[in-house]
């Protein structure tokens, strides 16, 4: 008998607000560019301030939180922890949520007081992304989001490395992998961001635990978390963290490994525009393939398709349809 879910998801719920600015207003705010940073709810309102008012769009947002998004529009049943605050950002959150097709926590009243975090996406010509984020109640996610039962009743467990930032969230992790792992569900995890791998390591290291199943990261987050400039160092170190793995490495395509073999996935070369959610599409693309029935290959594949779509637009997020014909083309 199958289980409910094809993918049980845990992330921080952000309300993303995408702005285009130049890399000489990112340096005159003194800002990091191509890095995720978080700020306090004053440093946030001080930059969407100086953007005067000129937002792209505003979407229900997370990394996990879109590659569960995507893997719904494909066609996949999900299931979403997060946590926001009963204010307009998190009704609207939790309404994406529900249009979007996944299931989420009960958001309990007693968090009426607090704020939704938010995520500010600066995207400067170059299609680079910065971002600066605001965790708010989301900083809080606890084990109290997590929903055992569910877990249980999913065939892949997703996280996302973000949750290393908060002790909560990353104890919130941590007892999700248990529950997988006793549950024979299937371990995933994103390291999401190469600062996540600068400062917050070994946080990692404790998420990922001895036992994963399968890890997404981009060449930068790879050779990183391997601590060399070798392209080849890195896939070995991955072998030994994790039994499989994908690394993204933008116009050269990805790299898949299977547990027995490395596979090479073309890349689709196009014009891109904007990064924002690549990585988090290609997640999500691959978890449909693997639930779906297809190969490795063939789910790198649909990621790498789907992944080279949304950077040819603003936002992480693609229009259900557009997915749809993936799958059909």
Known sequence: MGRKYHVYGIGNALVDMEFQVTPELLQELNIDKGVMTLVDEVRQGDIIAKFNGNLC??????????????????????????KVAKDEAGFFYLEDLQNCGLDTNVHDEKEVDGTTGKCLVMVTPDADRTMNTFLGISGSLSEAELVPAAIADSEYLYMEGYLVTSPTAKAAAIKARDVAEKSGVKTTFSLSDPNMVDFFKEGLLEIIGSNTDFIFANESEALKMAGTEDFSE????????????????????????????????????????D???????????????????????????????????????????????????????
Not at 57 to 82: D, E, H, I, P, R
Not at 275 to 282: E, H, K, P, Q, S
């Open 234 to 273: 890195a896939i070995a170190y991955f072998k030994k963290l994790s039994k499989g793995f994908a690394i993204t490495r933008g116009s050269q395509g990805s790299v898949v490994f299977d547990g027995q073999e490395l596979i090479e996935i073309t890349a689709y070369p196009v014009q891109a525009i």
């Open 275 to 329: 990064t924002v959610g690549a990585g988090d599409m290609y997640a999500g693309a691959f978890l449909y393939g693997l639930t779906h029935g297809m190969s490795y290959a063939q789910a790198g594949d649909l990621a790498s398709r789907a992944s080279s779509k949304i950077v040819t637009c603003y936002g992480a997020r693609l229009a259900t349809e557009t997915l749809q014909e993936l799958l059909n083309g």
């Open 57 to 82: 769009k505003q979407s229900g947002g997370g990394s996990a939180a879109n590659t569960m998004v995507a893997l719904s529009q494909f066609g996949a049943k999900g299931f979403y922890s997060c």
